[in-house]
């Protein structure tokens, strides 16, 4: 299986700061890697596909990059409402892994 | 818009067996894998396994020897079951458009289960 790890596994900031969150893959992923987030009680909710990809309708704040095995998860100024935490998800082999995510919260 | 939603009991006893049905509304099953996706509470999401519509299936191989999904095309409709379950098995449970072959952007609100006797 593909092991993905995420740091850090939580973080308090600021309204208006500028969040980034690091998820690595065991191996060679590609660009097959999603992004959620998930509020409490909630579903997962798809945020960034293929790596760096806006799903429809979700804010421009966030963004993602990466490749290979290293990427990155950015929320350029955080608002109230991002309050949640975070998963990655490789899609490049079966079984799909997820990282143990990272819970974000208000300073 | 297409909307997913579970249904099962939630509460199964020790070495029975779990079942749950997701229902698709909004949208057919046709052309899409469907995954089912589960989240103990306070912990991280693992994903159980996934059907196409024509019944192909693969099994997270820590699960395989007790999982068995089924689909039911004629009632938008798609199956879990997962047989011996432990008070490890408890969680909340999800169905979703599929995350390998799409997009995974489609999830049921979840089901938790609860293993007791």
């Known amino acids: 299986d593909i092991q993905m790890t995420q740091s850090p596994s939580s973080l308090s900031a600021s309204v208006g700061d500028r969040v980034t969150i690091t998820c690595q893959a065991s191996q060679d992923i590609s660009n097959y890697l999603n992004w959620y987030q998930q509020k409490p009680g909630k579903a997962p909710k798809l945020l960034i596909y293929?790596?760096?990809n806006l799903e429809s309708g979700v804010p421009s704040r966030f963004s993602g990059s990466g490749s290979g095995t290293d990427f990155t998860f950015t929320i350029s100024s955080l608002q109230p409402e991002d309050i949640a935490t975070y998963y990655c998800?490789?899609?490049?082999?079966?079984?799909?892994?997820f990282g143990p995510g990272t819970k974000v919260d208000i300073k | 818009q297409v909307q997913l939603q579970e249904s099962g009991p939630g509460l199964v006893k020790p070495s029975e067996t779990l079942s749950l049905t997701c229902t698709v509304s909004g949208g057919s099953l046709s052309n899409y894998y469907w995954s089912w996706i589960r989240q103990p509470a306070g912990k991280g999401l693992e994903w159980i396994g996934h059907?196409?519509?024509?019944?192909?299936?693969n099994y997270n191989p820590s699960l395989r020897n007790r999982v068995t999904m089924s689909v039911g095309t004629s009632k938008n409709q798609f199956s879990l079951r997962l047989s011996s379950v432990t008070a490890a098995d408890t969680a909340t449970y999800y169905c979703a458009r599929d995350m390998f072959y799409s997009k995974g952007d489609c999830w049921g609100q979840g089901s938790l289960v609860s293993v007791s006797s």
């Open positions: 998800q490789q899609y490049n082999t079966l079984p799909l892994t």
């Open positions: 059907i196409s519509t024509t019944g192909t299936t």
């Open positions: 293929d790596a760096s």
